[in-house]
């Protein structure tokens, strides 16, 4: 290959390359499509809340636990 093809190919390739990562840096964010059958972020977030609230705080119901248990020391 002459030298000449070489820097004009090289010369091709950055300036790609560099548009192609300028596209990367600066691409618009991506519009929520509705209905595509997918829950919206909202609503798993509250039913990620309800499955935390039912495992940790589904005990008893009578029992007072705002104020922490006291334990008694061992001695």
Do not use: C, Y
């Amino acid at each position: 290959m002459s030298p000449r093809l070489v820097i004009i190919l090289a010369v091709v390739g950055i300036i790609a390359s560099g548009v192609g990562i300028a596209r990367w840096i600066i691409q618009p964010p991506l519009a929520p499509q509705s209905g595509a059958g997918e829950a919206s972020p909202q609503a798993a977030l509250d039913a990620d809340r309800r499955a935390h609230r039912e495992k940790f705080f589904g005990g008893d119901t009578t029992r007072n636990i705002r104020g922490g248990q006291e334990m008694k020391p061992r001695w």
